[in-house]
């Protein structure tokens, strides 16, 4: 059984950054197999992709409201996949959830919608203050 634990939120100003991080444990899981990708949800709003990348982690993707401010890495060595947010805005507020395609892809196939992901964590609170 796959596990997934983020950690790394909490409360910052706007124009802060914060680092978020998802920890992927299991007994048969080759962690650089799988896209992995990290969501949020806004009270109010629907899950929506913030950024993914390929299990090789040479492709990425970021959704339009993050692009330039958001970066997506992973170590596959750690088993471990990051989210570093800079230039934080009251907009970024959310709940941050790390998510796991666990289909056999190519290593440079990144994933962008939610129905393609198998597990997720639990997920992390972010807030940013204006």
């Known amino acids: 059984q796959v596990q997934l634990v983020e950690s790394g939120g909490g409360l910052v100003q706007a124009g802060g950054s914060l680092r978020l991080s998802c920890a992927a444990s299991?007994?048969?899981?080759?962690?650089?197999?799988?896209?992995m990708g990290w969501f949020r949800q806004a009270p109010g709003k629907e899950r929506e992709f913030v950024a993914g990348i390929s299990g090789g982690g040479v492709t990425k993707k970021y959704g339009d409201s993050v692009k330039g401010r958001f970066t997506i890495s992973r170590d596959n060595a750690k088993n471990t996949v990051y989210l570093q947010m800079n230039y934080l805005n009251p907009e970024d507020t959310a709940v941050y959830y790390c998510a796991a395609d666990l289909r056999p892809l190519n290593p440079s196939v990144v994933v962008t919608t939610i129905a393609e992901y198998d597990r997720w964590g639990q997920g992390t609170q972010v807030t940013v203050s204006s």
């Open positions: 299991g007994r048969t899981f080759t962690f650089g197999r799988y896209a």
